[in-house]
């Protein structure tokens, strides 16, 4: 199956790490077409709009079947490409830089030039493959045209006037007799300026004599030379340029001479971003993962042939979710290359600090063993943390809490990283901005987690989890309005078990999509028996962000819902945490929305506890607002909290969002709530969570019961 271009722009924004900046710039710095391929998935390619419409073809009716470009490249040509690529993938000095023909939608033939880079793996393997497209067709036209030996001079200027490239004609003493408007545009000078001289005024004095010679040989003997050439332009500015210089049979009988010439400035800064993004973190310019454990493992190797001390240290700012939320995420992004910068003032040269996505800094240095040596590092660095905004008044109180294992805890660099950053959690639990060193009880302590996890897993594997589902009831109708689906395992040991005491063991692995997978799976397929049994009850689940950012997410998801005709759109409403939803509310929504085509309803759970913001209800693809069980509880005690329920069923109102208020308990506060303007409640007061066979017969009771009624 084709996959649908926005999942592999999504694997290109997971590649330059959520910088949608980066990726503006890669299509807006030049008109080539930009291209990605996933070479582990070979299925997976993507073309940007540019290089479909260099080919005469509609981007919007191509992108999702981005694998057509090799129907549409000469069978001898595509055999090269190949052949290049498999010799770029075996040795990546050589390069893969191809020119090749393609078949126009116009029936014509163009030739454009494909480069691109392979991005490795630590053990060097490719894995992805990034690189653009340079339509040089203009280039062959005007060849052809001057190879042709028109003597329709008028006809050759028009042709070298409404050129992209750069076009220069020289006499066989090489004097310069004409050349273009878009070599003016290139490098500077104006016709007037260069007639009559000779175009090594442009040389930039970066290439030796030989190659002039090497370049004039190829020329005489073989009538052609191409190549890229680094000249200067009239402001002393050096660029590159790819240069293509034929022989043509001059009006008196010698040889005069062409050269057409392209600006490569552009796709040079572009191949330079892209080398720059495989090692580099986009925002604060530290080194990434990539390199951080290229540089571990080379220092690991020197302190151990030396006998020195390694220590890696990961440093995670305190509660910086809640410092973002309140500077806005602009400043955030400041104060992230401001911790950058510090981080590095503390360190020697040979030390390194990386940035491994969002607050986590690592940093790799040398260090002699003891306590004091670790506190004096430390202190240091969490002194150097910026503590107001540029000149802004406002505080940030930023705080790290550290984790720091030394090299001979460590078995190698993956340990050592991973030892670190279990150091960092251990440190987290005791408070902000605090130290911990890796011990062996915290060994103890992961292994405890590996085995509840391997026991989660052996319960998805024998079928120990089950859903129970808690109705939400309109007050004003009597209806039952669906019902929110609730995780519950079966353990053979300790009973039935909540989702507080097995799911924070698997966040952040793949036990947390196993089992968002199989709560979407089973949700689905209930509906669909209740179905069958001709009672129409839709159902809400909860998705971790994680989850919903997974790559993929939304083509899983149809596939599921394609797997039950029967359902009707609405029928499937995904709650996701608020806090989550605007920690990157930017791939959240694009996520939502992608889900949302499908039919999928979405709510916004335990709405109102620190994170809202009517920025988001706009930005965010949202159908619902649920409204936090711990105000609902106490609002009738407490004024604050009525305020606030007060509020978000005022702001529902005003987005045109539902509201249902969770975690009520007594009449006192559905009828309060009815008052309000929300009717749509959930809650022990209604009905606490229930098997599924049980909620056909409970829903029928309550409509004919009338309880409603008195509210």
């Known amino acids: 199956m084709d996959v649908p271009d926005h999942y592999l722009k999504q694997e290109l924004y997971e590649l330059i790490r959520k910088d949608a900046r980066s990726f503006d710039f890669l299509q807006k710095a030049t008109l080539d077409g930009i291209w990605f391929w996933d070479i582990e998935r070979p299925d997976h390619e993507w073309m940007s709009d540019g290089f479909w419409t260099m080919l005469g073809q509609d981007p919007a009716t191509k992108q999702p079947l981005a694998r057509e470009w090799q129907s549409l490249v000469d069978p001898e040509d595509l055999k090269v490409v190949h052949q290049a690529l498999e010799e770029h993938f075996a040795n990546p000095e050589h390069p893969f830089d191809q020119i090749i023909r393609y078949t126009h939608r116009d029936g014509s033939t163009l030739w454009i030039r494909c480069r691109g880079m392979a991005i490795r793996d630590d053990q060097g393997r490719p894995v992805r493959m990034l690189g653009a497209h340079t339509d040089l067709t203009p280039v062959k036209r005007a060849q052809a045209e001057l190879e042709s030996r028109t ?369 979407l799976a089973e949700a689905l397929r209930q509906m669909d028996t209740w179905r069958g049994l001709g009672k129409s009850i839709p159902v809400s689940i909860n998705v971790s962000a994680t989850h919903l950012l997974q790559p993929g997410f939304a083509r899983r998801l149809e596939e599921k819902l394609q797997e039950y005709p029967r359902l009707a759109p609405g029928d499937l409403e995904i709650e996701i945490l608020e806090s989550a939803a605007v920690e990157d509310w930017q791939r959240a929504a694009q996520a939502m929305r992608d889900c949302r085509n499908l039919g999928v309803r979405f709510a916004l759970d335990d709405f109102g506890t620190g994170y809202s913001s009517l920025v988001h209800l706009r930005r965010l693809a949202l159908d619902t607002l649920k409204l936090d069980k711990s105000f609902v509880g106490t609002m009738l005690q407490n004024p604050e909290d009525f305020s606030i329920v007060e509020s978000v069923v005022s702001l529902a109102i005003s987005f045109q969002l539902e509201a249902i208020a969770e975690g009520v308990e007594t009449e006192n506060q559905a009828r309060v709530l009815m008052k309000m303007g929300c009717p749509i409640v959930q809650g022990f007061g209604i009905a606490k969570p229930m098997e599924a066979s049980r909620i056909i017969a409970w829903a029928q009771d309550w409509e004919q019961s009338g309880l409603w009624k008195g509210l």
């Open 151 to 519: 003597r329709d001079l008028a006809r050759i200027a028009r042709a070298m006037d409404n050129a992209q490239e750069g076009i220069i004609i020289t006499d066989s003493q090489a004097s310069i007799l004409s050349v273009n408007r878009a070599f003016t545009q290139i490098t500077g000078y104006t016709a007037t300026e260069v007639l009559g001289h000779n175009p090594r005024l442009l040389q930039s004095g970066r290439h030796t004599p030989d190659f002039y010679q090497a370049m004039w040989r190829d020329i005489i003997h073989a009538g052609t030379w191409q190549g890229e050439i680094w000249n200067r332009r009239r402001n002393g500015e050096e660029y590159p340029q790819w240069t293509t210089i034929s022989q043509v049979p001059g009006e008196d009988g010698q040889m005069d001479y062409v050269a057409v010439l392209s600006d490569l400035t552009d796709k040079r800064r572009t191949e330079e971003r892209i080398a720059f993004l495989a090692h580099y973190d986009p925002l604060t310019g530290l080194a990434n993962r990539h390199l951080l454990m290229e540089h571990l493992n080379r220092s690991l190797a020197h302190c151990q042939r030396e006998g020195l001390h390694l220590a890696v240290i990961t440093l995670d700012l305190d509660d910086f979710i809640q410092v973002n939320e309140r500077v806005g995420h602009e400043a955030g992004d400041r104060i992230l290359r401001k911790v950058a910068e510090q981080l590095k003032s503390c360190l020697r040269k040979g030390d390194m600090v990386a940035r491994l996505g969002g607050d986590e800094f690592v940093v790799v240095a040398q260090l002699q063993p003891g306590i004091d040596q670790i506190r004096c590092l430390t202190q240091k660095m969490q002194s150097s943390l910026p503590q107001t905004l540029d000149d802004e008044l406002q505080r940030l109180g930023l705080t790290a809490s550290m984790g720091v294992v030394l090299s001979s805890q460590g078995d190698d660099a993956d340990t050592m990283l991973r030892h670190s950053h279990q150091a960092m959690c251990a440190a987290k639990q005791t408070g902000r901005g605090t130290f911990s060193v890796f011990d062996v009880s915290q060994t103890q302590a992961a292994q405890a987690l590996r085995d509840e996890r391997q026991r989660i897993l052996r319960g998805i594997e024998q079928e120990e989890f089950a859903l129970f589902y808690q109705p939400k009831v309109d007050l004003k109708s009597g209806w039952v309005r669906g019902a929110e689906a609730l995780i519950r395992w079966y353990h053979p040991d300790r009973g039935l078990l909540p989702p507080d005491a097995f799911l924070p063991q698997t966040a952040g692995t793949d036990l947390e999509f196993q089992l968002g997978d199989w709560v």
